[in-house]
C-alpha cells in the first residue's frame, strides 16, 4: 500500500504473547502418539490389556497438551523457547510415564514404584520420539506473533500450525499403519488429520482473495484527513507494515455533506498476499502428501 502515514505500531510492542495456540495440537500429536506407541506394543483391545490402553489414550494427551499450554504461554526469546522445546519434550514424555505408572500401579501393589520408575524412564525415550512429531507445529508457532493481532497475517499463522500439526499425524499414522492396522479407528484418526488440512487450505484461499480485494480498493486517503464522523469504521489489518490510510465514502451533496470514513485499512497488502500466497502453496503441499499416503497405503 502506497499512500498513508507512517504509524506508530501499537500492537508490534506485543509481539508475543501467552496463549493456547499449542494446546489443542500438541494434544492431537499425544493421542496419535499414544496410539500408535499402542501399536507397537500390541497393547490389544482385550480386557486384560484394555486398562492400560485407554490409561495410556487418556494420560498421553492431557500431559501433552498441558505442555503445549506452557510452551504457547511462554515469553521469553526465540532462542528460549526452542531450548524448552527441546529439552522440555522428553521431560514431558518421562512425566507422562510416569503418572501411567501412577494409574496402572493398583495392577500391581508389589511392583508400584517400579512402574513409576520405568514409566518414566520408558516414557523419556518415547519423549525423543515425539520431537520429530511436534516439531512442524512448534517452529510454525514461532512465527505467530510477527504480525498485528487478529490481522490477516496472524490469522494465517495461527493455521498453520494445526494445518501442519494435522498433516504430520496423518503421515505418522500411515507411516507406522503396518504396526496399527488400518482398521476404521485408525482410518478416522487419520482422515480427521486431512479434513483439518482441507479446512485450512479453504480458508487460506478465502483470506487470500479478500487480501487481493481489499488491495485493489480504490477510495483510500492518506490517515488523518478531516473527514465526518458517521457510523464506527471497519478496521482492515493486513498484519504486517505499518502503513495506515482511510477508505472514503464521497460526499453525497457538496453543500450539506462530506466525505465520510467507511475504513480504517493498516499495513502493506503485498507483504499480506505474498504471507496468504505461501501459506496456501504450504497447505497444499501437506494435503496433497497426506492424501498421497493414504491412496499408496490404504488396501484395495
Same mark, same amino acid.
Given at each position: 500500500?502506497?499512500?498513508?502515514?507512517?504509524?506508530?505500531?501499537?500492537?508490534?510492542a506485543v509481539r508475543r504473547w501467552g496463549d493456547t495456540v499449542l494446546l489443542l495440537p500438541f494434544?492431537?500429536?499425544?493421542?496419535?502418539? =499414544?496410539?500408535? #506407541? &499402542? @501399536? !507397537?506394543?500390541?497393547?490389544?483391545?482385550q480386557a486384560q490389556d484394555l486398562l492400560v490402553?485407554?490409561?495410556?489414550?487418556g494420560v498421553t494427551p492431557l500431559v501433552s497438551g498441558a505442555f503445549g499450554w506452557l510452551l504457547g504461554s511462554a515469553r521469553f526469546a526465540v532462542p528460549g523457547r526452542v531450548a524448552v522445546f527441546l529439552f522440555g519434550t522428553p521431560f514431558a514424555g518421562a512425566l507422562n510415564g510416569a503418572v501411567l505408572g501412577l494409574v496402572l500401579g493398583p495392577l500391581?501393589?508389589?511392583h508400584a514404584t517400579e512402574l513409576v520408575l520405568y514409566g518414566a524412564a520408558f516414557g523419556g525415550v518415547c519423549g525423543l520420539c515425539f520431537?520429530?512429531?511436534?516439531?512442524?507445529?512448534?517452529?510454525?508457532h514461532l512465527r505467530v506473533g510477527r504480525a498485528r493481532r487478529r490481522s490477516?497475517?496472524?490469522?494465517?499463522?495461527?493455521?498453520?500450525? =494445526?494445518?501442519? #500439526? &494435522? @498433516? !504430520?499425524?496423518s503421515l505418522f499414522?500411515?507411516?507406522?499403519?503396518?504396526?496399527?492396522?488400518?482398521?476404521?479407528?485408525?482410518g478416522l484418526i487419520a482422515g480427521a488429520g486431512i479434513v483439518v488440512g482441507l479446512v485450512g487450505l479453504l480458508e487460506d484461499g478465502v483470506e487470500y482473495l479478500r487480501v487481493r480485494g481489499a488491495a485493489a480498493t480504490s477510495g483510500l486517503v492518506p490517515a488523518g484527513a478531516r473527514l465526518l464522523d458517521g457510523t464506527p469504521a471497519r478496521i482492515v489489518d493486513f498484519g504486517l507494515g505499518a502503513m495506515a490510510a482511510d477508505l472514503v465514502i464521497p460526499a453525497r451533496d457538496a453543500y450539506r455533506d462530506g466525505p465520510r470514513r467507511a475504513a480504517?485499512?493498516?499495513?502493506?497488502?503485498?507483504?499480506?498476499?505474498?504471507?496468504?500466497?505461501?501459506?496456501?502453496?504450504?497447505?497444499?503441499?501437506?494435503?496433497?502428501?497426506?492424501?498421497?499416503? &493414504?491412496?499408496?497405503?490404504?488396501?484395495?
Open positions: 500500500m502506497e499512500c498513508g502515514d507512517r504509524i506508530e505500531r501499537p500492537m508490534d494434544a492431537w500429536i499425544g493421542l496419535v502418539g =499414544a496410539w500408535i #506407541t &499402542a @501399536g !507397537v506394543l500390541s497393547i490389544s483391545f490402553r485407554c490409561a495410556l489414550l500391581d501393589h508389589t520431537v520429530p512429531a511436534l516439531s512442524p507445529g512448534f517452529v510454525a490477516f497475517v496472524d490469522k494465517a499463522d495461527r493455521r498453520a500450525v =494445526a494445518v501442519l #500439526t &494435522a @498433516g !504430520v499425524s499414522l500411515w507411516a507406522f499403519s503396518a504396526k496399527v492396522g488400518l482398521g476404521v479407528e485408525t480504517v485499512v493498516l499495513g502493506d497488502a503485498s507483504l499480506a498476499r505474498k504471507s496468504l500466497a505461501f501459506a496456501l502453496v504450504r497447505d497444499m503441499v501437506v494435503v496433497g502428501a497426506s492424501l498421497l499416503f &493414504a491412496l499408496l497405503l490404504t488396501p484395495g
